[in-house]
């Protein structure tokens, strides 16, 4: 009844009722068992990428096939569960979320979103909130580098607070790419140039499937500028939602964003609806195909936007920004 509760959204029409029953899923340990068991599952299935496409004969087209299902592993497993155990406040949970991070290279992540994107959503400020008119493509290139920029930032401001070095080992940024180069150099070691690459386009796949997630959570929605480098708080409606059962399978509630962004440290199981919040057309897997085709996509989400006021309100913040 429990799963029931939290897979298929508010069955329970009393108040009462259903906070009872938010404590009791709040509660189930098996909910965050659920999340550590996948980082073994993780690297047992990058082993076995590695084992199948090195000792096993492969035809080019299982080798493809092969590397995107471990990219779709890289994005699913590794990026978007290191997410959710990185935002808790248990140091233990926090390394496993790290682990899974690694296992897609992209440990920068666990920085940059907990100490920037959170804090910059929905502004100029955050390269992981899409633009109004901005084409998945080039948010790729936005996004990656300018967080990867940002997550040193952060990094480095945090170690001249404790008046350490820079470049020193209590930096934290420093010590993930010294992790992840070593974890690179020993598969390279192990499995040879070729297996490597696979590897790498593997994470390459995970990275962006994150940031087309990132893209459409976001596409077009901005907060009001209350004073020079402040923002209003964010609200539920900085956030695209879906409700769409497969997506919120796939992807551990993480597409009811919006409450994610109110409380950020909400446990995924217990994840609220937000009446008020804007809503995709549908479900996470066809926003995520739909945004690889920015003609569709802006006539589809432009659309949703009007149904929502939310074009207006755009121009509305830029004229006044132009005054």
Known sequence: MKILFVCLGNICRSPIAEGVMKELVKKNIWYDVLLYMVVPFQFFALGLFFNEITYSPQAWTDIVGKTMAMGLL?????????????????KTEQFL???????????????????GHHKNVATEEDPGSARLNEPVYMFYLRTIFFSYVNAWRIANKEVYKRKRRVIGFSNEMLQM??????????????FGWRITLYYLAAALIGILLLETVNYIEHYGLTRKKIAPGKYERAMPHHSWNSDHIIGRLMLFELSRHSDHHYVASRKYQILRRHEHAPLMPTGYPGMIILALFPPGWFYVMHKQMNRYGLLEEEAGQELSIQI
Request: net charge positive.
């Open 74 to 90: 890289c994005g699913v497993m590794g990026i978007n569960v290191g997410h959710e155990l990185g935002h808790r406040s248990n």
């Open 97 to 115: 979320g790290k682990l899974l991070l690694l296992s897609s290279l992209y440990m920068h992540f666990f920085i940059e979103h907990n100490k």
């Open 177 to 190: 790419q010294m992790i992840q180069l070593a974890f690179v150099a020993i598969i390279f070691m192990l």
